[in-house]
């Protein structure tokens, strides 16, 4: 694994990046491609949304049962986004503003600055939010509304 | 990188699982999540809907330009799916059917028989349909059509 890029970001603390129940990711930044990559986004203009996959880089160690910042209890870490995870991989979707050459403008930016991307997908197409369950966090988010 | 666990699936070759414009993933298959990770499954039969991130441990090499199986064009590698990626990261969205200890049962495979689980996340919102653009592959939907 080497990253073909890096997240540009205006985020340089974690404690910068909204969290918990309601948090909105609305952040634009850059994907900045390296040149010897930069063919492999030959068509990106057309997508609107893309999936980054990258590398917890600055987090170190994991665990099994994570507290996530929108609950007061602790969940299996693959419930949660923690980045204690055993394998430091993250994954954000954003909307693609535009290109530029090899740096792609970005919303929904999640990463801090300088953040290893190690791949970008297509995304194709939605499970309808109707059909979503969301277990822990669907009682969380109910448990807020009653207070 | 190390392994969670593997991929239990009906395919066994790559010819056998289903690709091109339409084809629908519906194949069941079982998560067996290794002993030593099991706890981190704890809370997820509450979510109807999971990110599988796998190796692609059969492809080998890469290509910066690729030809899906749903274009007679090629296009850049990270607006497609393509195996032969600068890094061998797939990505699944599969629905959660069930748990058995550290087995989980889900429907949306379309990996091979034996390939290395990295991570298991759980989705928690999409982009409405009518937000999403698909570049090149929805150009070739409207091509097929009129056909």
């Not at 540009?8 to 603390?13: E, F, G, I, P, V």
């Not at 997908?121 to 499970?127: D, E, R, V």
Request: cysteine-free; overall charge negative.
């Amino acid at each position: 694994m080497r990253p073909i890029g890096l997240v540009r970001s205006a985020y340089t603390a974690t404690s910068q990046i909204p969290k918990g129940l309601g948090a909105s990711h609305s952040a634009e930044g850059v994907l900045e491609i390296a040149p010897e990559f930069e063919e492999g986004l030959t068509d990106i203009e057309g997508f609107s949304h893309l999936f980054v996959v990258w590398m917890f880089d600055r987090a170190q160690g994991f665990d099994l049962m994570s507290r996530p910042p929108s609950d007061d209890r602790p969940h299996g870490v693959f419930t949660t986004r923690s980045p204690r995870r055993p394998n430091p991989i993250g994954l954000t979707v954003v909307e693609l503003l535009g290109r530029d050459g090899p740096r792609l403008r970005v919303r929904g930016i999640d990463m801090l600055d300088g953040t290893p991307i190690l791949d970008i997908k297509p995304y194709l197409s939605s499970i309808p939010e109707d059909q979503l369950r969301r277990g822990w966090l669907d009682e969380a988010e109910a448990r807020a509304q009653k207070q």
